[in-house]
Structure formats: structure tokens, C-alpha cells
């Protein structure tokens, strides 16, 4: 980020190369499939149109991952609230233009990403985007910025505001839920 802060195009296609799908995905994730057409999109340019505008201004205080991702949080509230306020969000995988069946297979698609790897078939990429789905959104948010971002707890309770001990919380009751949640597809 230094790099493309002092002018190097080349840097920012790294940065964006490495980037790219885990922060798009975390976008999807966030917001749901009913947010509209496009909406993920518009959230994903407008966190690197954010990168670009800030780089000149940027300070290594955490990684950049953290930086990043705590960009596109505030995107994906700014959009939940107005969302909210404008008749609510009520997400489904059987929508009328695919995207949840096509999120559903991406999900098993990529065996890098932990702990999705174990994901095999849509019917469990779909059943765990349910139970994702139906996780508060605290719980939500924390468990997504440290599967997709990879981030640790003290970046996470950067990223979000909160102390390490509620992150922790947070995780916990996520993946507690999601264990119970995905029972089936275990036993």
C-alpha cells in the first residue's frame, strides 16, 4: 500500500489481485442476495474508489487487510441502514436472478478458503449460507472478517470498535450456532 500510496500502479494491481474475491465475497455476504441488482458491486468499487482517494493519507497503523476490510464495513452499514430504512432486507437463496445458487457454488469452489473448504456439495454451501444468514449480524460480521479476511481478533475488534473479549464472544456464538445450525451435514 506504501508503494501505490507513492505512486506505483503496479502495487495497487497487487494489492488488488490479492484481494479481490475474499473482499467481494465478504461484501456479498454482509449485505444478503435481496440488497438489488448490483448493489455488491456498487459496495466493492466504492471500497477501492475509498483505497485510491485515502492512499496518499495512509498510515501502517494495522495491515492494510484490516484498513480494507474496515473500509467495506462501513460501506456495508452506510447500505444495511439505507436498506432498512427503505422497507428492510429479507434475503433469499431462491431469488429470481441465480446469485444465491451461484454464491452457493463458489462457496465450495475454492479450497483455499477455510473453513468453507469442507463444504462439498451446493446443498451444504447452500444449507451453511442459511445458517450464515440466520446469524445476528455481530456474530455475522466477525465471523466473516476473520474466515474471509483472515483477520486476527485484535484486528477484527480494530475493524469493528469493540474490545478483543467481545469478538471473542462474538465468534464463539457464531460458530457455536453454526455447529448446531449444520448438524446434519456432520453426523
Keep these: 500500500m506504501l508503494s501505490f500510496a507513492a505512486g506505483s500502479a503496479a502495487a495497487f494491481d497487487l494489492l488488488y489481485a490479492r484481494h479481490e474475491k475474499p473482499l467481494y465475497r465478504f461484501i456479498v455476504r454482509c449485505i444478503g442476495n435481496s440488497a438489488g441488482d448490483g448493489v455488491a458491486e456498487e459496495l466493492f468499487q466504492e471500497t477501492w474508489f475509498a483505497v485510491m482517494r485515502h492512499a496518499p493519507g495512509y498510515q501502517p497503523h494495522a495491515r492494510f487487510t484490516t484498513w480494507l476490510y474496515t473500509i467495506a464495513r462501513h460501506r456495508v452499514i452506510d447500505q444495511v441502514r439505507r436498506?432498512?430504512?427503505?422497507?428492510?432486507?429479507?434475503?433469499?437463496?431462491?431469488?429470481?436472478?441465480?446469485?444465491?445458487?451461484?454464491?452457493?457454488?463458489?462457496?465450495?469452489?475454492?479450497?483455499?478458503?477455510?473453513?468453507?473448504?469442507?463444504?462439498?456439495?451446493?446443498?451444504?454451501?447452500?444449507?451453511?449460507?442459511?445458517?450464515?444468514?440466520?446469524?445476528?449480524?455481530?456474530?455475522?460480521?466477525?465471523?466473516?472478517?476473520?474466515?474471509?479476511?483472515?483477520?486476527?481478533?485484535?484486528?477484527?475488534?480494530?475493524?469493528?470498535?469493540?474490545?478483543?473479549?467481545?469478538?471473542?464472544?462474538?465468534?464463539?456464538?457464531?460458530?457455536?450456532?453454526?455447529?448446531?445450525?449444520?448438524?446434519?451435514?456432520?453426523?
Excluded at 118 to 140: G, H, I, S
Excluded at 152 to 166: D, K
Aim: charged share 30%; no cysteine.
Design 83 to 187: 436498506t432498512a430504512a427503505a422497507g428492510g432486507i429479507s434475503a433469499s437463496l431462491d431469488d429470481e436472478d441465480g446469485e444465491g445458487a451461484a454464491l452457493a457454488e463458489t462457496l465450495a469452489a475454492d479450497e483455499r478458503d477455510e473453513p468453507l473448504a469442507r463444504l462439498q456439495t451446493r446443498a451444504q454451501a447452500q444449507a451453511f449460507l442459511v445458517a450464515l444468514d440466520a446469524l445476528p449480524a455481530e456474530q455475522r460480521e466477525a465471523f466473516l472478517l476473520q474466515a474471509e479476511a483472515g483477520l486476527s481478533l485484535e484486528e477484527i475488534a480494530a475493524a469493528t470498535s469493540v474490545g478483543v473479549e467481545t469478538v471473542k464472544s462474538r465468534l464463539r456464538y457464531a460458530r457455536a450456532k453454526l455447529r448446531q445450525q449444520l448438524r446434519a451435514w456432520v453426523e
